[in-house]
């Protein structure tokens, strides 16, 4: 039974800085990849950072020289600065798991929400 916790979420003024956690907990073989991403009103899930085993990281354009992922075990951060209205949204965490067989599960979390309005 693996679980993602999210929190971190909240009310922020533009500008303002928040951070995200996600702690993955369960049947934990090896952890891949962990992630980040948004979903605003009226929106499609989108991409906002992954964090790969090897250390690698990615960002979306949009978030780019504001945003940071970063992976401790079992825990992913995004910490979040200079934030802008149009980071509003609900941020879901999201996790890659090897299987001991071999092959790779998704999981996500239940999502936290971010608003940033002045």
């Known amino acids: 039974q693996v679980q993602l916790v999210e929190s971190g979420g909240g009310l922020v003024q533009p500008g303002g800085s928040l951070r995200l956690s996600c702690v993955v907990s369960g049947n934990i073989f090896t952890i891949v990849a962990m992630g980040w991403y948004r979903q605003a009103p009226g929106e499609q899930r989108d991409l906002v950072a992954t964090?790969?085993?090897?250390?690698s990281t990615n960002y979306a354009d949009s978030v780019k020289g504001r945003f940071t992922i970063s992976r401790d075990k079992n825990t992913v951060y995004l910490q979040m600065n200079n934030l802008k209205p149009e980071d509003t949204a609900v941020y879901y965490c999201?996790?890659?798991?090897?299987?001991?067989?071999?092959?790779?599960?998704?999981?996500w979390g239940q999502g936290t929400q971010v608003t940033v309005s002045s």
């Open positions: 964090h790969t085993s090897d250390g």
């Open positions: 999201n996790a890659a798991l090897r299987q001991p067989q071999g092959g790779n599960l998704i999981y």
